[in-house]
């Protein structure tokens, strides 16, 4: 009788019962692929893709400042050359003009950008505080 059991066992184990047992292993593996598959599909619909949307508003963003920065350059530029035709012309005046119509006082907070013309405008300047 223990032959029977044991037979019985591998006619299992070699038909229907290995092919059950196949399967369920199987159909286990391709549900943890598919498990993956959309864990994976999720995380690049909900994480990597907003991500590359919000990276390249912000390089469109660095670009567009850069742009004011150049255009903010570009002014600072003008108006120094501005100021030294301005500085001639007050020369071209005379001092006694320059005394009677003393020359703006330059904002603490400009006088890191505003290079000052010569000396004498620096002293011009320290006078009329």
């Known amino acids: 009788m223990g032959n029977?059991?044991?037979d019985i066992f591998i006619g299992l184990l070699s038909s229907s019962g290995f092919t059950a047992v196949l399967t369920t292993f199987l159909s286990r593996r391709k549900?943890?692929?598919e498990i993956?598959?959309?864990a994976a599909q999720i995380l690049n619909d909900e994480v990597i893709e907003p991500l590359r949307k919000e990276l390249h508003?912000?390089?469109e963003q660095i670009k567009h400042l850069e742009e004011v920065q150049d255009r903010h350059f570009d002014a600072m530029q003008?108006?120094?050359t501005a100021s030294h035709w301005i500085e001639q012309a007050c020369m071209a005046l005379g001092s006694a003009w320059l005394h009677d119509h003393p020359m703006p006082r330059i904002p603490d907070s400009?006088?890191?950008d505003v290079r000052f013309l010569d000396d004498a405008t620096r002293q011009h300047d320290d006078e009329s505080r």
């Open 4 to 6: 029977i059991g044991l």
């Open 110 to 112: 400009l006088k890191g």
């Open 57 to 59: 508003r912000q390089s």
């Open 36 to 38: 993956a598959g959309k």
């Open 31 to 33: 549900d943890k692929t």
């Open 78 to 80: 003008y108006i120094r």
